[in-house]
């Protein structure tokens, strides 16, 4: 099957991003020559004397001083994520949903007007929906991502308009350097979280964005054992996010995770050329199923979107959707629990492919009010080989046949 007309032109990755993801630029002479960074596990770190530790309270966002604030070997990886962003500052937090509200709980206050861009992470609308009752903040959400829908949406109190792109229910791609300059034009803070394409695939900062956040649990850590999320931004921007979110609220990321995704992070550009591998040959067995409709990854876009996605993206990663024709939840279930390889789980971005439905039985009334399909698939296409991916799906499709 040839497949290479459907990867985008400037699919290569950096060198300096390769270098980065490595460890070649690490100290090692730091400590004794291990090619494998140390774990600082610690909580605190003690000083020389008194007059040590009080010129170091004075510089406390820089300094060593208790493991909240800063940690080496969690610093290591903030300092790689700042570099492959193209961001200046990097703060890591203990997960994705952590980096989220440190973002919004920093940058909002009540009466603030926020606008949600493209079908946001549904925990995210939930602390957006809470902020608003608990708050007071105000929300507009803007589902097709048009400039002109974007800019109906702001008012005199729209502080930040929240992007994901693209979406990860709807796939739906934005046109980031176009919203960037419709905020700057009006003095708001643009946010995306980028952790499907990660900072591989897109560098939002590099066309306007002012935040980006990260789950560093899907593929920047990429082995589904770490819970980690990431923000990256300029030092000024920061220093709200640090000093508030950060040392106030707490949730920081510790050493060992840091470690874990610093082990993650050398494996990076494989891994994600090797998903995008195995996405787009999946995608071309699916458009051959009779029982399969509504496809729904970038590397299908229509050519609004793809001119879009030329402009801003340099590859596809491998979570994507798509619908058995008038599925409901009996067929989904046949379907799921018929597939040997790809495992049941919510999350994505590990070395394992995933499936999982939004239909669980008892909630088709929600989805129809959201117009989501009771045969929506959600796959997580792992590192496994494509064929074998391909396989599992047949066999599945084959177990609905057979009913
Ligand atoms: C797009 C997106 N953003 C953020 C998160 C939250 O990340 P975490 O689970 O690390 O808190 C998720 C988790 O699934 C996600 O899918």
Redesign the pocket.
């Known amino acids: 099957m040839d497949i290479s007309n459907l990867f985008l032109e400037n699919n290569a990755f950096s060198d300096a991003d390769n270098i980065i993801c490595s460890g070649h630029e690490e100290q090692h002479e730091n400590y004794f020559g291990a090619v494998s960074p140390p774990i600082i596990q610690t909580s605190l770190f003690v000083q020389k004397n008194y007059q040590a530790y009080c010129d170091d309270m004075q510089h406390e966002a820089e300094r060593f001083i208790y493991s909240r604030g800063l940690n080496p070997t969690v610093q290591m990886v903030e300092e790689k994520l700042a570099r492959l962003e193209r961001g200046e500052a990097c703060r890591c937090f203990a ?3 952590g980096a ?1 509200s440190a973002v919004l709980m920093a940058n909002l206050s009540s009466n603030d007007h926020i606008i949600l861009v493209n079908n946001i ?1 549904g ?1 995210t609308m939930a602390l957006i929906k809470l902020m608003a009752k608990k708050f007071g903040i105000h929300y507009s959400v803007v589902l097709d991502g048009n400039l002109e829908s974007i800019a109906n949406a702001i008012h005199a109190t729209t502080r930040m308009i929240y992007v ?1 792109s693209p979406g ?1 229910m709807t796939m739906n791609v934005v046109d980031l350097a176009a919203i960037a300059r419709l905020a700057s034009a009006h003095n708001i803070t643009t946010a995306i ?1 980028n ?2 394409a990660t900072p591989l695939f897109q560098k939002p900062l590099t066309l306007g964005f002012d935040i980006v956040i990260h ?1 560093c ?1 899907k593929y920047l850590g990429g082995h589904s054992d770490l ?3 990431a923000v990256v931004t300029s030092h000024e921007r920061m220093i709200a996010i640090r000093d508030f979110s950060h040392q106030l609220l707490g949730a920081v990321l510790s050493p060992f995770a840091a470690w874990l995704l610093l082990r993650g992070l050398r494996t990076l550009p494989v891994r994600m050329q090797r998903h995008q591998e195995n996405v787009v040959q999946v995608i071309e067995y699916l458009k051959t199923r009779p029982e399969v409709e509504n496809i729904r990854h970038p590397s299908l876009a229509d050519a609004a979107q793809r001119a879009i996605i030329r402009k801003q993206m340099f590859g596809f990663s491998g979570l994507f959707s798509f619908e058995i024709r008038d599925g409901g939840f009996a067929t989904v279930k046949t379907f799921i629990d018929s597939c040997q390889l790809f495992k049941v789980g919510c ?1 994505w971005g590990g070395y394992e492919s995933l499936i999982i439905s939004p239909n669980r039985g008892y909630n088709e009334p929600a989805l129809a009010a959201d117009n989501i399909a009771p045969g929506l698939i959600r796959l997580s296409i792992g590192q496994e080989s494509p064929a074998m991916l391909i396989a599992d799906l047949d066999t599945a499709f084959a177990a609905l046949s057979a009913r």
């Open positions: 997960s994705g949903m989220i992470y925990p994901e990860t979280d952790t499907w789950s649990t819970i980690a999320g999350s």
